[in-house]
Every structure is written in structure tokens, then in C-alpha cells.
Antibody, heavy 123, light 108 residues
Framework: EVQLLESGGGLVQPGGSLRLSCAASGFTFSSYAMSWVRQAPGKGLEWVSAISGGGGTTYYADSVKGRFTISRDNSKNTVYLQMNSLRAEDTAIYYC????????????????WGQGTLVTVSS | EIVLTQSPGTLSLSPGERATLSCRASQSVISTYLAWYQQKPGQAPRLLIYGASSRATGIPDRFSGSGSGTDFTLTISRLEPEDFAVYYCQQYGSSPFTFGPGTKVHIK
């Protein structure tokens, strides 16, 4: 069974930093891209970042580029999101999600999602 | 950046009725890399459709997706009580992998 468990959320002051983790199980982690998607309270989904299975390719939303860094440790089946220079508008539930594979190819679209971790940026 | 527009913003329907949701892209979506997700309150999104028209594992066949280029549609043939939720489209053909603003389907 595919499981994704996010951790590391919490309350942080504007300008502060936080590192989110997503521990994966139930599949061959290194074969799949991983993404982070966030949802501000009462708002829609916003794609944040993605990383390829091997870690060599990363993408970011313009809203977080230069402040957030996605990485992964395939030996620990874990993907991370390092968030620096946090702003009030970064307040959201952060979900990690697995890229999907079909017909022998893998894609940036996502199939399984974790339950999310809440990040609150406030003084 | 590809901007996705979903319409209508809200859909009021009764169980048993057909729902037709639209997702329009500001430019052509590469290789129909378009997905639809369902989200219920307090839950993570669930993948319904990928590649514009392929149903994800375990998704009932009352859900179907169609479209290409810039115009995509999610159809729910007969609404069940558990289908009342918010639906999002997402393109994953070119970064940033943007989401639409969502369509809320609620009980009339």
C-alpha cells in the first residue's frame, strides 16, 4: 500500500525557515517523481515544486523560486522541502504527492497524496 | 505559464443528474498531460483522470474525461451523493504544473 506521511509543519515567524519531510513507503521510491502542492486556508490548490526520481531535475513555482528547495534522499525514501524567507502568504497545508507511471513511462502528474502538514507564518 | 480556467465556478445539481465541468488552458497542453482531481472537505485531493481521458485506479466509470489542446471536459454521468465535492484540473506538460481554480459541485 502506497503511503506518504508529511511532517515538519508548524508556526514560524515571517522571514523564518522550515523544512518539511515526506516519508514514503509501499513503492520503489527512486522510480517516481515527487511533488509538493499547497493549499491556503479556504483556497484552491497551488503546485509548488517537483523533483525527478533520481533527483537531477527540479521545478519550482515562480512564487517560491529562490526561497524553497526541493530535495530527496532515495536511501531514506524521503522527499524534503526546505522553505526559507517565509511570508504570510506561504501559510497553507503542504501536501506531498507521488508522480504517476503508466505503460512503462513516468510523468509529472500525481496519483497518491499524503494528508498534508500545516505551515503557519505569523508573528 | 499555462493558466487554467474552470467553469462554472459552482454547479448546483441533484443526485442522478449529469455534471459537465470545463477546463480551458491559455495555451495548448502538451500531449494531453491534463489531470482531474476530486477534493472533499478536510481530505487530500484524489486523482480521477490522467492523460485527459484515462481513469485512475478504482475510479468508477461514471467519471470520464475528454479533450485536447486547450479545451478539456470532465463528465460525471449520474451524480452519486459522494460525488458532491470540488474538482480541480491540472496540466503537467510544462512547468509550472498549474492547477485550475476549481469547480464546486453541490447538492441542489
Amino acid at each position: 500500500e502506497v503511503q506518504l506521511l508529511e511532517s515538519g509543519g508548524g508556526l514560524v515567524q515571517p522571514g523564518g525557515s522550515l523544512r518539511l519531510s515526506c516519508a514514503a513507503s509501499g513503492f520503489t521510491f527512486s522510480s517516481y517523481a515527487m511533488s509538493w502542492v499547497r493549499q491556503a486556508p479556504g483556497k484552491g490548490l497551488e503546485w509548488v515544486s517537483a523533483i525527478s526520481g533520481g533527483g537531477g531535475t527540479t521545478y519550482y513555482a515562480d512564487s517560491v523560486k529562490g526561497r524553497f528547495t526541493i530535495s530527496r534522499d532515495n536511501s531514506k525514501n524521503t522527499v524534503y522541502l526546505q522553505m526559507n524567507s517565509l511570508r504570510a502568504e506561504d501559510t497553507a497545508i503542504y501536501y506531498c504527492a507521488r508522480g504517476y507511471c503508466s505503460g512503462g513511462s513516468c510523468y509529472w502528474g500525481t496519483d497518491y497524496w499524503g494528508q498534508g502538514t500545516l505551515v503557519t507564518v505569523s508573528s | 505559464e499555462i493558466v487554467l480556467t474552470q467553469s462554472p465556478g459552482t454547479l448546483s445539481l441533484s443526485p442522478g443528474e449529469r455534471a459537465t465541468l470545463s477546463c480551458r488552458a491559455s495555451q495548448s497542453v502538451i500531449s494531453t498531460y491534463l489531470a482531474w482531481y476530486q477534493q472533499k472537505p478536510g481530505q487530500a485531493p484524489r486523482l480521477l483522470i490522467y492523460g485527459a481521458s484515462s481513469r485512475a485506479t478504482g475510479i468508477p466509470d461514471r467519471f470520464s474525461g475528454s479533450g485536447s489542446g486547450t479545451d478539456f471536459t470532465l463528465t460525471i454521468s449520474r451524480l452519486e451523493p459522494e460525488d458532491f465535492a470540488v474538482y480541480y484540473c491540472q496540466q503537467y506538460g510544462s512547468s509550472p504544473f498549474t492547477f485550475g481554480p476549481g469547480t464546486k459541485v453541490h447538492i441542489k
